[in-house]
């Protein structure tokens, strides 16, 4: 099973090395942060975080390449009701900051953690980064509650939302290191970066720490 996986170009995020096993490593939770660089609908893990928006039933813009768009159509139909039904109770909309979980139906994932992340429009104010900061911890908050061991986050907000790319992965790293300090379930946090400039800010951050 473990080669057919392979062969099907999806990545199990039991086979990734953690950051600590390569080289200097600025966080305390060294064994238990990774960071991997591809197509979230690619891997294997108990749950995978989409950055959505609002409505929170997927982006419905035609060629319009956000992972909320890649998720819903890799995951099929079933994810759209499944969020339809959860949003219908609460009026379709979702507070930035906060995040609800649904199953990964046709993704190798098991489940996927929704969140809306702050929209920058000019320069970032207090408020957007406590957003931001608040959108990977409710996540993280979810995956304990639901006893789930992997979570593999993207960079929320910082494609078609806009948020400075540096800033905002200093907020993810110092927010997830500490939240490992103390989880019980949460023992493996993957940073997805789909883009070389994304991994390269974030080699850098884990190497020398967010103060720098
Ligand atoms: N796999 C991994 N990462 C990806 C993928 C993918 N398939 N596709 C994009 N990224 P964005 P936001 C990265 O714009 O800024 C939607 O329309 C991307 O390179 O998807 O939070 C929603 O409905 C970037 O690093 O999310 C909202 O309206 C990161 O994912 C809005 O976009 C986030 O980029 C949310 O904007």
Not at 20 to 48: F, M, Q, R
Not at 87 to 107: F, R, S, V
Request: with cysteine; charged share 25%.
């Amino acid at each position: 099973l473990k080669n057919e996986i392979k062969a099907m170009g999806i990545t199990d995020v039991n086979d990734l090395k953690p950051v600590g096993s390569e080289g200097v490593c600025s966080v305390t939770n060294c064994d238990s942060i990774y960071l991997w660089k591809g197509d979230i609908v690619t891997i294997k893990a108990d749950c995978i975080v989409n950055a959505a928006n609002k409505k929170m039933l997927g982006c419905r813009l035609p060629l319009h390449y956000c992972i909320d768009n890649a998720i819903h159509t890799f995951a099929g139909v079933q994810l759209r009701n499944e969020c339809y039904e959860i949003m219908k109770k609460q009026g379709y909309d979702e507070p930035t900051g906060k995040a609800k979980i649904t199953k990964g139906y046709n993704l190798p994932s098991k489940f996927i953690i929704h969140t809306v992340g702050p929209i920058i429009y000019s320069s970032v104010k207090e408020e957007d980064m406590a957003l931001l900061k608040s959108s990977y911890y409710e996540s993280l908050k979810l995956a304990e509650e639901n006893k789930l061991e992997s979570i593999v986050f993207c960079s929320i907000s910082t494609g078609v939302f806009n948020f400075p790319k540096e800033l905002a992965a200093k907020i993810a790293i110092a927010t997830v290191d500490n939240f490992l300090s103390s989880s019980k379930y949460v023992k493996k946090v993957i940073f997805n970066l789909y883009r070389e400039e994304d991994l390269k800010i974030y080699e850098n951050i884990i190497k020398v720490g967010i103060n720098e």
